[in-house]
């Protein structure tokens, strides 16, 4: 509950500078109309409306920036796997904007802490991570054009999620990968994993994993296994070439 | 069969500025790179491959053009119907871009003309049309980027095909709508259709509506039924403030 703003009364303007500041650290650029981003995470139950008095909520843009990522992920996939078949590309897509994975990517960019609601995070289920993340990018289309929508997501989505080998199911776990790899190498492995959620409202694990007694990589993420797979990930691509000739 | 051009030495220099010159026309802007157009229109069935050996036709393209698509139309319709809720928004785009629908667009393009294959029209069924017109405008976000893919979309789809009152169901017959009013109002309605088809490939049908004697519209397309709809819709227009006052 203490993770949604709860505004029962028009926003101050201390507030409202507040949610510009919150939103342009989020994006990285300045927002021109930030009428956009408060719609993004304004959820039906406050039952707003805009001045021509239609309803006011993030389900509209969610239809629109469900399309752009679409069309980003596409495009980017089309470049990417210049040796994937229509059907391949389609299949890795679905994979990409899975409702799973854009309720983690939500989650991540911690963004149910923008959302105006009158009903507690309990009761509004899993997929509003994934949802309002969607409507955030409709909002960034409306504001600022393809051209943003587009960087906004390779930052977000592509650089850290979009992971083809992964995707492709030839590597299920960096983890297992890793762990096979220092046993037939007679390497010494060590992963520690501790909680580490310092002042964050969601839940947040570090990982720290050494290789002969040198640390190599670090992870830290909202749960255990993502934690302990992008620190994985890091040691793979640290290692790359011998674990490929190995 | 001589709708498709079959090639299958490679093409000499004449060949490669008329077909410059057809996209020229066909796009309403100069190409850069006329290779992605050549790609939209390469049928499996000709096994090209380009200079890496990967498959060189319109397939991969399709995926793109459908996603670009996809996006355009969403946003297209986000701004048109303020009203429309999440859900009447993704049916609305589902028939818009349905198989069926892409299908005619391709048809009254006539992209069929400018397909290299080496299997008959007959052998490659209907949803040719559709895939090609995919494929084009995959073609056109390669070459221009997105704003031109959005700008041909425009011209080709939504100003001529995108009919919100049809697609919503509110008006299922412009024909129909039009004869029941002029019956109501004693206006003697006539209407003249006939084969047009002239030089081209694929058979078209003009038809004349005149009310009291005053011819009113015309139209013109691949079916008797599409040519009677596209002038009666043009009659609705010239009277909807009557009509809709009737």
Redesign the interface.
């Known amino acids: 509950m203490n993770f949604i703003r709860k505004i029962v009364k028009p926003s101050s303007k201390g507030e409202d500078e507040g949610f510009y500041n919150d939103m342009r650290e989020l994006l990285e650029f300045y927002p021109k109309k930030i009428e956009y981003y408060d719609m993004a995470f304004t959820h039906r139950s406050l039952k707003k409306v805009d001045k021509?008095g239609?309803p006011f909520n993030y389900?509209?843009l969610?239809?629109?920036g469900?399309?752009?990522l679409?069309?980003v992920?596409?495009?980017y996939l089309?470049k990417k796997v210049?040796?994937?078949?229509?059907g391949y590309?389609?299949q890795m897509?679905s994979k990409i904007v899975s409702r799973e994975h854009l309720n983690e990517l939500g989650k991540d960019l911690n963004l149910i802490k923008f959302v105006k609601s009158n009903i507690s995070q309990d009761n509004v289920g899993d997929n509003i991570h994934g949802n309002i993340f969607e409507a955030l990018i409709?909002a960034i289309?409306?504001d600022k054009g393809?051209?943003y929508c587009k960087k906004f997501i390779y930052e977000k989505v592509i650089t850290p999620y979009v992971d083809i080998p992964k995707l492709e199911g030839k590597i299920t776990s960096y983890k297992g990968l890793i762990i096979e790899w220092c046993q037939k190498q007679k390497k010494k492995y060590h992963i520690e994993t501790y909680e580490d959620t310092g002042n964050e409202p969601i839940k947040h694990f570090s990982v720290r994993i050494s290789i002969d007694g040198e640390q190599i990589a670090k992870g830290r993420a909202t749960s255990k296994k993502k934690a302990e797979e992008q620190a994985s990930k890091r040691v793979y691509f640290s290692f790359q070439k011998q674990i490929e000739n190995s």
């Open positions: 021509d239609e389900e509209r969610e239809f629109l469900d399309a752009m679409g069309s992920i596409a495009s089309y210049p040796k994937g078949t229509e590309l389609t897509r409709g289309y409306l393809y051209n």
